[in-house]
């Protein structure tokens, strides 16, 4: 269920409670690919659009950006206990005595003392120095079990708030709280009207634990143009919202935060008034319909050797459940 507050702004922020008790505010901003931007966009989302809610990675390079965008928010008068700052670990550091260096790291480069959430970026661990495609060695073997004890122990000692995961399949998924002490707080997967994941919606539902969309919008260049989708134009101009707002409120609606990614500052403020109205039962349900299904981020470049084990094919990485 969704909780609504209001930012200094006057900016109703709705936000989700998860396990641990901490709230997610509903909309976030993403930052993959901001790079030297990173940090006008973040300070745009915090200052001017009413964000409380960033996500970040250390693969994205641009988590010392992100960190100054935060720091200046903060110097205009935001307090860090306000903010929700989602950070991922690595492939290269998937294995137990890398993970606390990672996020030391990650602290470090955002100019941060604790993160509100750390999630695993991928579950498939890669050399250092991997080639994309990845060549035979580059991907290894991962510990799970090891590598969520030390995740485990981050939050025990508050450097981190929240743990969870990305890019889960149910057979991992359930692997993970086969041998969890503490339950993700969050997987964040790939959503949006052309691919729904109903099923991990479901099997996260059923345990409680909180889903984040990410590429709400189809993603970016080479991805799935969802904002000229005729069926989401036609609820826009129905609705009187944008296309970019239709898509931020189908995954609200669905019970999951959204992290859209702007650099654009209008449209960064844009993709967050998405709270006074809500998207008719009949449009909802529209959207659920759309055909053509189809991840856009299959990880096929990252960690696929068609002729190298362990993953020859995108079936493989996704346990085949797809
Ligand atoms: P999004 O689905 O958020 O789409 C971003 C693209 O849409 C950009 O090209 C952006 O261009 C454009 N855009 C933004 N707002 C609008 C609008 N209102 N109207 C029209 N176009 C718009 O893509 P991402 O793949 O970046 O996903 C969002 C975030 O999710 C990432 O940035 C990252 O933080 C996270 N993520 C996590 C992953 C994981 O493995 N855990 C994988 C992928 C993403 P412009 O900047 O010019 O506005
Ligand atoms: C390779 C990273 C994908 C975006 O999270």
Redesign the pocket.
Known sequence: MAHATFTAEGQNMESFRLLSGHKIPAVGL?????GSQATHAVVTALVEGGYRHI???WE?GDQKEVGQGIKRAMHAGLERRDLFVTS?LWCTELSPERVRPALQNTLKELQLEYLDLY?I??PFRLREGASRPPKAGDVLDFDMEGVWREMEKLAKDNLVRNIGV??FTVTKLNKLLGFAELIPSVC?M?M?PGWRNDTMLELCKKNHIHVTA????????G?RDL?HDQTVDRIAKKLNK????VLVKWGIQRGTSV??????PD??K??IKVFDWVIPEQDFQALNSIPDQKR??DGEDLFVNKTEGPYRTVADLWDHED
Do not use: F
């Open positions: 993403g930052t993959w690919r901001s996500d970040t990675a994205y991922k999630l970026h991928w990305c890019n964040q790939e949006h990410y590429s709400p919008l189809g993603s970016q260049e991805g904002i944008t296309p970019g707002q992290i859209p990614k702007s650099l654009n449209r960064i844009e993709n856009v981020l």
